[in-house]
């Protein structure tokens, strides 16, 4: 590895700006203790693996070449060798980034013309579509009669993830550390539901979740106020729902599809 998070981060400022990726984001995304980053500052791709008992997963969370270096093969070198290093792990197929927890997009952009190119004739085969929806933080949304949504400080909205929404514990976890998660409480003082932002990127909502037998109720809602209020108060007009399961609920919060993207599977 010749890069850091610093380089790596103003190589993306040069080549996609409009992600606004930070130094502090590629470091907890691409530098954790089983990420491996190739390349150098011109070029350089990010490799992700978590065991699961005896498979191991391996993800390309990113793939970016300065613009000056375009169009000169870095890109498919790069991903060439992400693959070999991934297949020398232990891995059977190499994924586009969708490792959770820490993913930097749900997919591929499907507008991103060249990424597409690229990883087809890498040999990517696409197998999914994740969305983002965009609202805008003056949405407000009063809570239910006797519940009150609070910044998580505690152990509720852990205990209750941990519960019902065990592959969301580790967001949950590091948004509390952060600062960025919501907790909604009955009159009991129970944790009924929670809600993240900025976990992994800047404006970015989720995860977020109301206890299952609560549901439909207004409390996901109050919660989406809740974030809404806190992002605007950072300086963020609008707020980007992560990889989003009901668009139903989202629409019903003035949220509208922003992002579509793609998944895909490399077989080693």
């Known amino acids: 590895m010749s890069t850091n998070p610093d380089a790596l981060a103003a190589l993306c400022e040069a080549a996609m700006p409009e992600e606004r990726l930070t130094a502090d984001e590629l470091a907890h995304l ?9 390349g150098d500052e011109h070029a350089a791709a990010a490799l992700q693996t978590q065991r699961f008992d005896k498979h191991l997963a391996a993800w390309l969370t990113l793939v970016v070449v300065h613009p ?10 790069l991903i060439r ?15 586009l980034a969708s ?9 591929v952009d499907v507008f991103n013309t060249r990424a597409g190119m ?27 009669k006797g519940v009150v ?22 967001e949950l976890d590091r948004a509390v550390v952060l600062g960025t998660a919501f907790a909604a409480r009955d009159t009991q003082g129970a944790t009924i539901g929670f809600g993240c932002h900025s976990v ?28 809404c209020a806190d992002l605007e108060a950072r ?32 077989g080693l």
Not at 99 to 107: C, S
Not at 244 to 266: E, I, P, Q, T
């Open 118 to 144: 690229l990883l087809e004739t890498c040999g990517f085969e696409r197998d999914w579509v994740g969305t983002n929806m965009a609202i805008d933080t003056a949405f407000r949304q009063a809570p239910p």
């Open 30 to 38: 691409c530098f954790g203790t089983d990420d491996e980053v190739l």
């Open 200 to 227: 992994n990127r800047f404006g970015w909502i989720g995860p977020m979740a109301t206890d299952p037998r609560l549901q439909h109720g207004g409390v996901g809602s109050a919660v989406v106020a809740a974030l």
């Open 81 to 95: 060798a992400v693959a070999g290093r991934a297949r020398e792990l232990g891995a059977r197929d190499l994924l």
């Open 149 to 170: 949504v609070e910044r998580e400080t505690g152990e509720g909205a852990h205990e209750l993830a941990a519960r019902a929404y065990p592959y969301w514990v580790p």
């Open 235 to 266: 300086g963020c007009a609008t707020g980007e729902i992560a990889w989003v399961s009901n668009l139903r609920f989202y629409g019903k919060c003035g949220a509208r599809v922003s992002r579509v993207f793609v998944g895909g599977r490399l």
């Open 68 to 77: 000056t270096e375009q169009s000169r093969g870095r890109g498919k070198e």
């Open 99 to 107: 490792a959770v927890p820490r993913y930097l997009w749900p997919g």
